[in-house]
């Protein structure tokens, strides 16, 4: 019975003696803001990617020393010169979303944008040659590179603009518009300023905002009497004279309904920020309340139980007339 136990404690020693560090060896030290720039600035990328990845991976508490915006375009750049694009591309990305500023943010999708359009890491302008191309490499000319971007994005979104002022329909209008943020991303981290941007979408704010308010609104309806079909309650009697009740839920119409909605909210969202962002008309926030507000409602219908828990209850018997006593 002795030696059962030992031989079944042994591999639970040897798992704590290894989480004890040996004396005089302490934990490796989280590494500081300063350490990670000088191994980028070094080229020891993947050290850097290590340490960065570490520091990710840490809790908010034991993170706030750090800015996650940062940390991501660092991690960004390193893959980027270790041949990882499209890694680095997400990093990018990701270093937009966590930016707690304009200039940050503006850098970070700009940058995205501009690996994603240069393929083998050289970004060519419409109309240059292949010695003219840009080495996306070096940071040093990535902000001529933003300018040379966005003039080539500007001037291909320039005919979906034009056409959009005139658009009785949100198709059109919301084509042209979903490039917005990164058209005011590439200004900015070229120029400094928005200026060009915001001039070009400010007439169109007015227009956008009725357009996807009344898209909104019918969407909404359509929620609604959705849902009012859906909860409808129903009734079947199985051979044991049982009535069963449950809801009548959705048909393969609706649910189709339903994910186009989504879908549709989705782009109304995020078009409708955006736009709210370049031009300042505080009036589109409402539309993206209400476009979140029927994304969720349509999103709750979906994910909903209409079994009722399949309740059962006895069915009612028919009323019978009580037998006459005869008389005498």
Same mark, same amino acid.
């Given at each position: ?10 591999? +639970? ?52 020393? +750090? ?82 971007? +966005? ?167 028919? +009323? ?9």
């Amino acid at each position: 019975m002795r030696h059962r136990i030992r031989r079944t404690l042994l591999p +639970y020693v040897a798992v704590c003696a290894l989480a004890i560090p040996a004396r005089g060896q302490s934990a490796q030290p989280l590494p500081a803001k300063e350490e990670l720039h000088q191994l980028l600035d070094s080229g020891q990328y993947q050290v850097l990617l290590q340490k960065v990845s570490r520091v990710l991976g840490l809790r908010p508490d034991a993170a706030q020393g +750090y800015d996650r915006a940062d940390l991501f375009m660092m991690k960004g750049e390193a893959q980027l010169h270790l041949k990882q694009i499209p890694a680095a591309a997400d990093a990018f990305a990701q270093a937009g979303k966590e930016a707690k500023d304009l200039p940050s943010a503006a850098t970070a999708i700009a940058t995205e944008a501009l690996v994603r359009k240069s393929p083998g890491l050289k970004y060519k302008p419409k109309g240059a040659t292949a010695a003219q191309a840009v080495d996306v490499l070096d940071r040093g000319a990535r902000k001529g590179a933003f300018a040379l971007l +966005y003039a080539d994005e500007t001037a291909e979104a320039a005919p979906k603009l034009k056409a959009a002022a005139s658009a009785t329909s949100l198709p059109p209008l919301m084509d042209a518009l979903k490039n917005v943020s990164r058209l005011r991303a590439l200004e900015i981290a070229a120029t400094g300023k928005d200026d060009q941007t915001m001039a070009s979408v400010k007439d169109l704010a007015d227009r956008a905002r009725q357009l996807m308010a009344d898209a909104v609104r019918s969407m909404s309806v359509q929620v609604q009497q959705i849902s009012q079909l859906a909860h409808t309650q129903l009734q079947t009697r199985d051979r044991n004279g049982f009535v069963h009740l449950r809801e009548r839920g959705l048909d393969a119409s609706n649910t189709a309904t339903l994910k186009e909605t989504i879908n549709t909210a989705d782009r109304i969202i995020q078009v409708s920020k955006d736009l709210a962002s370049a031009s300042k008309v505080e009036a589109l926030q409402t539309v993206t309340a209400d476009a979140e507000k029927v994304r969720g409602d349509a999103s709750q219908l979906l994910q909903a139980d209409y079994t009722l828990g399949d309740r059962a209850v006895p069915a009612p018997t028919p +009323y019978q007339r009580p037998a006459r006593t005869p008389t005498k």
